[in-house]
C-alpha cells in the first residue's frame, strides 16, 4: 500500500509561483509512474501532469503546459509540481496519484491518492 502526502498549497497572486510535493512511502516509488490532478469547486477532477517512473518521461494538460514542471527524486520518494504564470483558474485543490502503469492520464489509471492540497490564486 503506497501513502502519498502533498504539500506545499497556499494563498498566491496571479502570476505568482508555488512548489507542490508529494511524499510517497510503503511501496517502491520508482517503479511508479507519477502524476498531480486537480479539482475546482463545482467541477470534475482533471488530469494537470504525469512523470514515469524511469526515462522520466512528462505529459502536461494543454492548460498548464510552458508554466508547471512535474519532476521526481527517486532517492527521496518525493515528486514536485513547479506551478509559474498561476493564474486564477488554476485554483482548486490539487491531488498527487500514484499508477503501477507506464504513465497516468485518466483517473482510472491512478491505483493511489493523496489527500489533496489547496491552491488558491486571487486575481
Known amino acids: 500500500q503506497v501513502q502519498l502526502v502533498e504539500s506545499g498549497g497556499g494563498l498566491v497572486q496571479a502570476g505568482g509561483s508555488l512548489r507542490l510535493s508529494c511524499a510517497a512511502s510503503?511501496?517502491?516509488?520508482?517503479?511508479?509512474?507519477m502524476g498531480w490532478f486537480r479539482q475546482a469547486p463545482g467541477k470534475e477532477r482533471e488530469f494537470v501532469a504525469t512523470i514515469t517512473w524511469s526515462i522520466r518521461i512528462t505529459d502536461y494538460a494543454d492548460s498548464v503546459k510552458g508554466r508547471f514542471t512535474i519532476s521526481r527524486d527517486n532517492t527521496k520518494n518525493v515528486v514536485y509540481l513547479q506551478m509559474n504564470s498561476l493564474k486564477p483558474e488554476d485554483t482548486a485543490v490539487y491531488y498527487c496519484?500514484?499508477?503501477?502503469?507506464?504513465?497516468?492520464?485518466?483517473?482510472?489509471?491512478?491505483?493511489?491518492w493523496g489527500q489533496g492540497t489547496q491552491v488558491t490564486v486571487s486575481s
Open positions: 496519484a500514484a499508477a503501477s502503469g507506464f504513465t497516468i492520464r485518466k483517473l482510472t489509471d491512478v491505483d493511489y
Open positions: 510503503g511501496g517502491t516509488f520508482s517503479s511508479y509512474a
